[in-house]
T-cell receptor, first 115, second 114 residues
Framework: AQKITQTQPGMFVQEKEAVTLDCTYDTSDPSYGLFWYKQPSSGEMIFLIYQGSYDQQNATEGRYSLNFQKARKSANLVISASQLGDSAMYFCAMREGGSQGNLIFGKGTKLSVKP | EADIYQTPRYLVIGTGKKITLECSQTMGHDKMYWYQQDPGMELHLIHYSYGVNSTEKGDLSSESTVSRIRTEHFPLTLESARPSHTSQYLC?????????????FGPGTRLLVL
């Protein structure tokens, strides 16, 4: 079974609007962390935001926020005020606390921002 | 934030050649990783290391090998390149500890084997 599921292969958003990228996860470990990375066409992976399973509040980093719904096992990324430079692949990833600490990645969502 | 470097950025090579992809980081991170990623697809972990003289195989079987003689250096070697090895290879590092441990990535090497 997929541990990280990103159901949106591609998304379009108008510049300056907000967009939500979906991510659901599957784990029985009570301690885990959730990450979002951005991958532009140049190929590098850029860390965006982190949410811990015990964190009481949703994580925020500038225009990025993570809508963490623990009971639903979802960790959606919200990008506010989209910019043309936000066009990229976005990957959700999870680390389980009881594991060796390696990340498990989803298949990614390609976001295209329209001017 | 980690500074992590990969060379070469792009490599086109013929079948049967031996290649080494270089990865170095300047943050003194103990843990390092190699991922393989086909265009538009997810990342697959192929190797990782907990520190000097430690190497482990990842989730995806790979014909490549790695070594970790120095903390900052984690090269990946293919003894005999084949077209099936054509892919992007991403190196990452992290400081192990809490679940919050964040992996920082290099710019990647795009390999094309003819």
């Amino acid at each position: 079974a997929q541990k990280i599921t990103q159901t949106q292969p591609g998304m379009f958003v108008q510049e300056k609007e907000a967009v939500t990228l979906d991510c659901t996860y599957d784990t029985s470990d009570p301690s885990y962390g959730l990450f979002w990375y951005k991958q532009p066409s140049s190929g590098e992976m850029i860390f965006l935001i982190y949410q811990g399973s015990y964190d009481q509040q949703n994580a925020t980093e500038g225009r990025y926020s993570l809508n963490f719904q623990k009971a639903r096992k979802s960790a959606n990324l919200v990008i506010s005020a989209s910019q043309l430079g936000d066009s990229a692949m976005y990957f959700c990833a999870m680390r389980e606390g009881g594991s060796q600490g390696n990340l498990i990645f989803g298949k990614g969502t390609k976001l295209s921002v329209k001017p | 934030e980690a500074d992590i470097y990969q060379t070469p950025r792009y490599l086109v090579i013929g079948t049967g050649k031996k290649i080494t992809l270089e990865c170095s980081q300047t943050m003194g991170h103990d843990k390092m990783y190699w991922y393989q990623q086909d265009p538009g697809m997810e990342l697959h972990l192929i190797h990782y290391s907990y520190g000097v003289n430690s190497t482990e195989k990842g989730d995806l079987s790979s014909e490549s090998t790695v070594s970790r003689i120095r903390t900052e250096h984690f090269p990946l070697t293919l003894e005999s390149a084949r077209p099936s090895h054509t892919s992007q290879y991403l190196c990452a590092s992290s400081e192990p500890g809490l679940v919050q441990e964040t992996q920082y990535f290099g710019p990647g090497t795009r390999l094309l084997v003819l």
